[in-house]
């Protein structure tokens, strides 16, 4: 049933680069197969990766904030956690090479990487596996409110046994208590950043980049 839905989705895909022939294909999110890339090439087409260019950036940046906020708190343990199903981590392998790439160059060790499922048995055990002071970096507010979570139901104290950070600003994470630290990216200046990228690739003008920010 997979295989099929796969194959039709690479139809409808075909069909539009052979009827509509776009200038360019946008990848915003998940690259593109091997297969996608060799179909947009053969219709001369091009091909804007903003997950593996921009967005890659972007995102390692992200890692790296997260890092710099929680050392300045004083924490020296620091964790990243994924969500467990790949599909919906995205950007988690670039985050967690920005954390680690930021305790690197500040003599802090690596990252203890894990991934969880937003399920709260098994955000229990997986906390429970982590030493108490760690500061974890989250995928997102949900990753993070899971774990928060967690800690209840451990009996260890926000942010004094384990600091956790979010990512996203979620409104969700305004209603926990503690109140949720997390990082916020204005939805304008990266939509306007993609658009200069775009434009970039397609005309050679320049581009113009804005850098997220943290939040408490």
Avoid: W
Wanted: hydrophobic share 40%.
């Amino acid at each position: 049933h997979v295989r099929s839905r796969r194959q039709r989705q690479m139809c409808i895909r075909d069909s539009f680069i052979t009827t509509v022939r776009p200038r360019a294909v946008i990848a915003p999110f998940v690259a593109p197969t091997a297969a996608e890339r060799e179909s947009i090439d053969a219709a001369g087409i091009t091909l804007i990766d903003l997950h593996a260019e921009g967005g890659r950036d972007e995102n390692h940046r992200i890692g790296q904030l997260q890092g710099e906020y929680l050392a300045s708190k004083g924490h020296r343990h620091l964790a990243y956690a994924h969500l467990r199903d790949a599909r919906l981590d995205v950007f988690g392998d670039a985050r967690e090479q920005g954390l680690a790439d930021y305790c690197l160059a500040h003599g802090i060790d690596a990252p203890t990487s894990i991934r969880l499922p937003l399920e709260l048995d098994e955000a229990v055990s997986l906390l429970r596996t982590l030493p108490l002071g760690t500061a974890i970096a989250c995928y997102n507010d949900d990753v993070a409110i899971a774990l928060l979570g967690a800690a209840r139901e451990l009996g260890r104290r926000v942010p004094e046994d384990v600091a956790l950070m979010g990512m996203d600003a979620t409104r969700i994470g305004t209603l926990v208590a503690p109140r949720l630290t997390t990082i916020k990216v204005e939805a304008a200046p990266a939509m306007d950043r993609m658009i200069r990228d775009v434009v970039s690739r397609v005309s050679g003008s320049c581009l113009l980049y804005t850098s997220p920010s943290p939040r408490d």
